[in-house]
């Protein structure tokens, strides 16, 4: 049997955990059907889950479709303030399960703004953490992806970053601010969550043969997970679930003697690190 070793911070983390709870608490006490505004984790098992509970994924296109008092629930990313305000003016039931770490990076980004600074955000710009912190600064943050300053910068500068960014990317990213600024205020906003996952998932790929990581593939902390793992483990496989573990190996490719290393997106399930884990023990190594 392989010796499979689960990294030591893996898996859901506070913000999405509490979202999922919210939701579900919420649904229970009120007894209707609940909406939440896009995905509420970058699951397709867990959203599928939640479809069958009566808790349902819209747009920002169906909200015309909603009536007053019905009940829709703000995910982990948060949403900009003009999002907020348009749910306010139609009279919906608003629960905001917004992370905790990405409000506070809204508090800032509102503050700092309203006190003349260019806000700059390090991280992806496609991203509705991103797009709903620009939307604290009326849409008018730089965006920094690659950390390179590419465009010319206001006399006072306020920095955060998406909370999932990678340290180096933040490093990269201030260097090349400081050659361009005189005056510029630095909130490092990478979640611990994040940082302990990356670390503990780094220090891991560093000591095994195979490295899997779980995860939605459209999870962004699960994608650069996998960034990491790859750096130090050359045989690193990202998969979404266990069904996808045939990809991987079959039975020509004898694991029994090897260590394993797993980790998992902060949107990941226990129950689905755990089939994966059950599965490499069992079936997969049994041929
Ligand atoms: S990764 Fe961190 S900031 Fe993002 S939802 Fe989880 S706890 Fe919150």
């Given at each position: 049997m392989p010796n499979i070793i689960l990294a030591k911070k893996a898996g859901f983390c506070f913000g999405v955990k509490r979202a999922v709870d919210e939701a579900l608490n919420c649904q229970k006490e009120k007894s209707k059907k609940i909406y939440t505004l896009?995905?509420?984790?970058?699951?397709k098992d867990v959203v599928s889950e939640l479809e069958g509970k009566d808790i349902h994924s819209i747009t920002m296109?169906?909200?015309?479709?909603l009536q007053k008092d019905d009940v829709i629930v703000i995910r982990s990313h948060g949403v900009s303030k003009a999002t907020i305000d348009l749910l306010k003016e139609r009279h919906l039931d608003i629960v905001d399960a917004s992370c905790p770490y990405v409000k506070h990076i809204h508090n800032i980004v509102q503050k700092y703004y309203e006190d003349g600074y260019q806000i700059v955000i390090i991280g992806d710009e496609n991203h509705p953490e991103v797009i709903g912190i620009n939307g604290w600064c009326n849409n008018s943050a730089i965006i920094l992806n690659q950390g390179e300053v590419k465009t010319k910068l206001a006399r006072k500068v306020c920095v955060v970053c998406q909370t999932t960014e990678r340290q180096e990317n933040f490093k990269r990213a201030i260097n090349s601010i400081a050659e361009e600024c005189k005056e510029f205020v630095v909130f490092n906003t990478i979640c611990s969550a994040t940082e302990e996952r990356q670390k503990s998932a780094a220090e891991l790929a560093g000591q095994v043969d195979i490295m899997i990581v779980v995860g939605d593939k459209t999870s962004s902390n699960t994608n650069k997970l996998y960034e990491i793992c790859k750096n130090k483990c050359h045989k690193t496989f990202h998969i979404e679930?266990?069904?996808?573990l045939n990809k991987f190996f079959h039975?020509?490719?004898?694991?029994?003697?090897m260590n394993i290393g797993i980790t998992a997106g902060a949107s990941t399930p226990d129950n689905v690190i755990n089939e994966v884990i059950s599965k490499l023990k069992g079936d997969v190594c049994n041929g």
């Open positions: 896009g995905p509420l984790i970058h699951n296109e169906d909200i015309n479709m679930n266990h069904l996808e039975k020509d490719i004898d694991i029994s003697n």
